[in-house]
């Protein structure tokens, strides 16, 4: 049953859309521990190369847990977290301590991951991630990492400034360095290795069945082989926001219109083989997006940091009728949702533009690289605005004018938005589209605080089996804080190697 | 050996003025191969692809030649921004498979060029 013909059948049938479907049980039934030929053997596989897979890797080897191997479906090393934006939350951090900030501690970023958590956080684990926050700093620092010098600010819900930021700010400052360091200390990584499979011994897991040679997103390629691990598999294959199929199953206002700022491997086929096999999954449905993406790029991008210009100094401006349609300021899901109704009668989007006033921010950098890039345009009036965009003209100018004439008063009757930031809108302008990205998934495998999955009927620990990062559910509850992923993935990477450790000689 | 070989290959293509190196032209039957690997095709598929030419070939194939990554000289003048340096990317340095941005048989874009969409052109 499960020669490579028949699973080629199955393989084939099961892929949707491009995007890479698990494999559920239909496959592994017949596969017992047993009787399995095993092609090679490790005592630790890790399954993704973020900073999760990346920290655990480096961590299980550090601990003495013998022949480390991490398994990379994709063909780069640093799944979503090489594009990532490189912040760090880190209490009592150095550079905080600088500048004079005194009273922060691990206690004051949990009291913030509480509120934003909504009361569905896993506050003992945050509790223990924030504790922990100094260990992840001081990997980084050892691996080489290099943050911004002085660099520590306040972002989005923390009520202190203790975000710092890689020196090229991206994650990728960060990945290399665990990628290089493991490298050196004897860790091994394989890319293009596709987990296709767990191999169970009843709600213990003894080796993973894995494509190797896979090239994404086509199942067909590569060859079947099996990996036996003796002592843990840790899951760290990150979140599934890239998986249409799965994102809009459990969050139907995620429609696929919607692009995403993931890397292109965040399909999450390994947390739906997690769940074929037992294991519990929490909070699937709580996934962020962002309303200020552009779906003139990849990824997170430069549209975030423009619209933090252009949702203040700007409008919004429904392209098929030239009239502004939300509250620029409002939040995240309020926003999302009035963008995403521009729609043209066949439903497809019609994005939105956002523009604001060339002349006042001559020389920014959030401007020039996004014009560089061609994210964003400058036009010299509103008649070559509406022509670029075909937006009808004249709706256009009564909207600006109406606009215009709100600005000195400081209300806007239409959508109530806060004016003390507004200006007169007067051409040249910088113009750009937008529409809402997936961001993060909060949801995933359900685990305990050492890292160890829990399976659905016993909610009890499956022997061997670990996750770590994206992931896992469960920890932010319904919102996660800017700048504390990377946080929870490098220390969790560190404590699951401790837990590792503990289990065997238990 | 190889490398030298790869050099003087190299040179030859350029003072014979026909394709490029790296274009990408007729090989053998309807495959398509790169202008300056003419001479791996004279000794089959398997001078890349181990075992058959059906399994997809790996970065071995490319480093054998090519040396790692890191080391490899690309055209500075014609990034986007500096730091746009595919052989030293500030996401990935040495930890990309050269397959994430080059095809041997086909055109293919960068892995860089799935966000960064006006850095870097189809090869």
């Known amino acids: 049953m499960h020669d490579r013909r028949s699973f080629l059948k199955l393989g084939a049938g099961a892929a949707v859309g491009g995007i890479a479907a698990a494999l559920p049980s239909a496959v592994s039934a017949t596969e017992c521990a047993s009787n399995i030929k095993w092609d090679e053997t490790r005592d630790v596989i890790v399954v993704g190369s973020g900073f999760a897979g990346l920290s655990s890797a480096l961590n299980a080897k550090r601990q003495g847990l013998g022949s480390i191997l991490v398994l990379e479906k994709m063909q780069v090393i640093g799944g979503n977290s090489a594009i990532n934006g490189g912040w760090l939350a880190i209490p009592k951090n150095p550079i905080q301590l600088a500048q004079g900030i005194n009273d922060d501690s691990p206690e004051e970023l949990v009291k913030d991951q509480i509120i934003s958590g909504r009361g569905m956080q896993n506050t003992d684990m945050l509790r223990q991630i924030a504790n922990r926050a100094l260990d992840a700093y001081q990997l980084c620092i050892d691996t080489g990492v290099k943050f911004r010098e002085g660099f520590n600010q306040q972002v989005g819900g923390h009520n202190k400034a203790r975000a710092i930021r890689t020196l090229h700010g991206v994650g990728g400052d960060i990945t290399t360095k665990l990628y290089e360091a493991g490298k050196k200390e004897g860790v091994e990584y394989r890319l293009q290795h596709y987990v296709e499979d767990f191999i169970m011994d009843g709600q213990e897991i003894v080796g993973l069945k894995v494509r190797q040679n896979y090239r994404f997103p086509d199942l067909k390629t590569g060859k079947t082989i099996y990996i036996k691990a003796n002592k843990a598999v840790i899951l760290a294959h990150g979140g599934f926001s890239r998986n249409l199929v799965l994102r809009e199953l459990v969050d139907p206002a995620l429609d696929k219109t919607l692009d995403c700022t993931n890397a292109l491997g965040a399909t999450g086929e390994v947390t739906l083989t997690a769940m074929a096999h037992g294991a519990f999954p929490v909070h699937m449905s709580f996934i962020q997006t962002g309303h200020w993406g552009s779906p003139d790029e990849g990824g997170f991008g430069w549209s975030n940091a423009l619209l933090s210009i252009g949702f203040h100094k700007g409008i919004s401006v429904n392209v098929l009728d030239g009239k502004r349609f939300m509250n620029e300021r409002a939040d995240r899901k309020t926003c999302s949702d009035a963008i995403m109704k521009n729609r043209h009668p066949d439903g497809s989007p019609a994005y939105p533009v956002v523009f604001f006033n060339h002349d006042d921010h001559i020389g920014a950098e959030e401007v020039t690289r996004a014009v560089r890039d061609q994210i964003a345009w400058k036009v010299d009036s509103l008649e070559q605005l509406a022509k670029q965009f075909n937006i009808p003209l004249a709706p256009l100018k009564q909207t600006v004018a109406e606009y215009n004439k709100q600005v000195p008063q400081r209300i806007d009757p239409l959508f109530g938005r806060m004016m003390d930031t507004a200006v007169e809108l007067k051409p040249p302008f910088i113009v750009s589209r937008i529409w809402p990205k997936v961001h993060y998934c909060m949801g995933g495998l359900k685990t305990d605080l050492g890292a160890r999955v829990l399976h659905s009927q016993t909610l009890a620990p499956m022997k061997n089996l670990y996750a770590v990062g994206e992931a896992t559910g469960g920890t932010h509850g319904g919102t996660r804080l800017s700048s504390t992923a990377c946080l929870e993935c490098l220390t969790m990477g560190i404590i699951v190697a401790e837990t590792i450790k503990s289990d065997m000689q238990a | ?123």
């Open chain 2, 1 to 123: 050996m190889m490398k030298t070989l790869l050099l003087t290959l190299v040179v030859a293509t350029l003072f014979t003025g026909a394709a490029n190196a790296g274009d990408l032209v007729k090989m053998k039957g309807s495959t398509q191969g790169r202008s300056n690997h003419e001479f791996i095709y004279q000794d089959g598929c398997k001078g890349c692809h181990q075992g058959s030419g059906k399994q997809n070939a790996t970065d071995a194939a490319c480093v054998e030649c090519h040396g790692e990554i890191t080391s490899i000289p690309v055209d500075e003048s014609k990034l986007a921004i500096p730091e746009a340096h595919p052989h030293k990317s500030l996401h990935y340095n040495q930890g990309a498979s050269c397959l994430a941005c080059h095809g041997e048989h086909e055109k293919k874009a960068p892995v860089c060029a799935e966000c960064h969409r006006t850095w870097f052109k189809e090869m």
